[in-house]
């Protein structure tokens, strides 16, 4: 079966520093998002992605953060200064439309530390 | 503002009893209702959903579920637990004409054998 995959399983850095964090989605699905969760609280979203732009992104997504889906498989997650705040379990996630009911697929999940 | 509640950290049920989690949300509008799992060091599972017609919502590996309008619920059961259910279950709301889910802070389910 298909599956999300995310690449490392766990990052440390250093307060600061830039990190990226990398997934592939699932090959014939079209809409990729990022969440995270930091340690005890909900999942929350972050960015959706779909035809090579942003196409929704929350308040938390502020200029540090950015994607990119640098070829025809992978989707990344950019923080360029990581603060003690961004340590969290960030998630990829896909799905195959972008209509309400179509369930997304998530990936295992980066655990981010800062440092 | 929508918000999912699951009142319930942790769920504790004995091998073969059945379970429920629960799960509650506030929403203005429709809501489509969805539950994921999570198996340790896995992401997160679709179980099933809501979107309309028939309250009680049957999904994967013997999960159902009951929308219940009234008491703006969505709760979680299982006729009979199994040890391998023992995993955090997540809940999740999403407006109509949205994609972007508002999931609840998650239950940890523990089976007992």
């Known amino acids: 079966e298909p599956e999300v995959t995310q690449t490392p399983s766990h990052q440390v850095t250093q307060m600061g520093q830039e990190v990226i964090l990398r997934c592939v989605p699932i090959s014939n699905h079209l809409y990729f998002y990022w969440y995270r969760q930091i340690l005890g609280q909900k999942v929350e979203f972050l960015v959706s992605f779909y035809n090579n732009e942003i196409s929704e992104k929350s308040e938390i997504f502020d200029d540090q953060f950015s994607v990119e889906r640098p070829d025809g498989s992978n989707f990344t997650l950019k923080i360029r200064s990581t603060k003690l705040e961004d340590s969290a379990m960030y998630f990829c996630?896909?799905?195959?439309?972008?209509?309400?009911?179509?369930?997304?697929?998530f990936g295992p999940g980066t655990r981010l530390t800062v440092l | 503002a929508q918000s999912v509640a699951q009142p319930e950290d942790q769920v504790n049920v004995a091998e073969g009893n059945p379970l429920t989690v629960k799960c509650t949300y506030s929403?203005?509008?429709?809501?489509?209702l969805f539950w994921y799992v999570q198996y340790p060091n896995r992401g997160l599972q679709f179980l099933l959903k809501?979107?309309?017609?028939?309250?009680l919502v049957k999904g994967s590996y013997g999960f159902e579920a009951e929308f219940n309008k009234s008491q703006t619920s969505f709760h979680l059961k299982k006729p009979s637990a199994l040890v391998s259910d023992s995993a955090l279950y997540f809940c999740?709301?999403?407006?109509?004409?949205?994609?972007?889910?508002?999931f609840g802070r998650g239950t940890s389910l523990i089976v007992h054998p």
């Open positions: 929403v203005s509008g429709n809501p489509y």
């Open positions: 809501y979107i309309t017609g028939d309250n």
């Open positions: 999740a709301l999403l407006l109509w004409g949205s994609y972007i889910p508002t």
């Open positions: 996630a896909s799905s195959e439309e972008g209509t309400s009911y179509n369930e997304q697929f």
